[in-house]
């Protein structure tokens, strides 16, 4: 029995080939069509670039910090020379030394002495209250005695220390107590004046100091019969109580 088709035109024999080919063109177009770009035409402008033909213009040179042209030299002056004729005599002005030469001989002069004019210098002369020959008269002890005017002067310190002493607040705060020795002087006038003291705390010195600065005015005691400073020494005791 004969087949029924040409063997010729099997269709099946070549299938392979074709597939490969139409599996390369494939593999081609969608290579192409990954790889293809696109733009978009709004974004994108074109410019155009006019170039002017510039003309070269000639730039002026200036000179910069030119010094100014020299002065002009001064005018030549022409001394003339007059030559005058001595017509008057002229008397030169001779000036004589004032100092003694060799040849002149030195004076001498006695001087007497009563013409000499001796100017007496007061001495400051200060005295320890325990030596001195007059005492200082406190008011309320004139007309005493040397000794009871002596007596009246220490205990009228005492008094007045006693009146107007007063503790100052700070140092009974802070427990501050002792004796403070305070020395003055009684000027040629009988002013109270070089007060010092010297105590435990400088609070207390400044209290015996205020005491002692409000003593009156006094006498002013004398040393042979001339008004001399007169120094003193009194203690000031401050002393807590204690409670």
Same mark, same amino acid.
């Given at each position: 029995?004969?087949?029924?088709?040409?063997?010729?035109?099997?269709?099946?024999?070549?299938?392979?080939?074709?597939?490969?080919?139409?599996?390369?063109?494939?593999?081609?177009?969608?290579?192409?069509?990954?790889?293809?770009?696109?733009?978009?035409?709004?974004?994108?402008?074109?410019?155009?670039?006019?170039?002017? =033909? &510039?003309? *070269? #213009? +000639?730039?002026?040179?200036?000179?910069?910090?030119?010094?100014?042209? /020299?002065?002009? @030299?001064?005018?030549?002056?022409?001394?003339?020379?007059?030559?005058?004729?001595?017509?008057?005599?002229?008397?030169?002005?001779?000036?004589?030394?004032?100092?003694?030469?060799?040849?002149?001989?030195?004076?001498?002069?006695?001087?007497?002495?009563?013409?000499?004019?001796? =100017? &007496?210098? *007061? #001495? +400051?002369?200060?005295?320890?209250?325990?030596?001195?020959?007059?005492? /200082?008269?406190? @008011?309320?002890?004139?007309?005493?005695?040397?000794?009871?005017?002596?007596?009246?002067?220490?205990?009228?310190?005492?008094?007045?220390?006693?009146?107007?002493?007063?503790?100052?607040?700070?140092?009974?705060?802070?427990?501050?107590?002792?004796?403070?020795?305070?020395?003055?002087?009684?000027?040629?006038?009988?002013?109270?004046?070089?007060?010092?003291?010297?105590?435990?705390?400088?609070?207390?010195?400044?209290?015996?100091?205020?005491?002692?600065?409000?003593?009156?005015?006094?006498?002013?005691?004398?040393?042979?019969?001339?008004?001399?400073?007169?120094?003193?020494?009194?203690?000031?005791?401050?002393?807590?109580?204690?409670?």
């Amino acid at each position: 029995m004969k087949p029924k088709k040409n063997p010729e035109l099997e269709i099946g024999r070549n299938s392979s080939l074709y597939f490969a080919i139409g599996l390369n063109v494939m593999l081609l177009m969608s290579w192409q069509a990954l790889e293809y770009k696109t733009y978009d035409k709004d974004l994108a402008t074109i410019d155009i670039l006019d170039v002017d =033909e &510039e003309l *070269e #213009e +000639d730039i002026p040179i200036v000179n910069l910090n030119t010094p100014p042209p /020299p002065p002009p @030299p001064p005018p030549v002056v022409v001394e003339t020379i007059t030559i005058v004729e001595d017509v008057e005599d002229v008397e030169e002005t001779i000036i004589e030394s004032s100092e003694a030469n060799q040849n002149e001989a030195v004076e001498e002069r006695i001087i007497d002495v009563s013409e000499v004019d001796v =100017e &007496e210098v *007061e #001495e +400051d002369v200060e005295v320890s209250f325990a030596v001195i020959e007059d005492v /200082p008269v406190f @008011p309320g002890c004139e007309g005493l005695s040397k000794n009871e005017m002596k007596d009246c002067f220490q205990q009228k310190v005492q008094e007045h220390v006693r009146k107007n002493f007063r503790y100052p607040q700070t140092a009974l705060e802070m427990n501050i107590q002792g004796r403070v020795s305070v020395i003055f002087v009684i000027d040629s006038k009988g002013h109270t004046t070089n007060v010092r003291s010297r105590g435990p705390d400088r609070i207390l010195e400044k209290e015996a100091e205020r005491i002692i600065g409000l003593l009156p005015k006094m006498i002013p005691g004398k040393q042979r019969g001339k008004s001399v400073k007169v120094s003193y020494a009194v203690p000031i005791f401050f002393k807590l109580h204690e409670g």
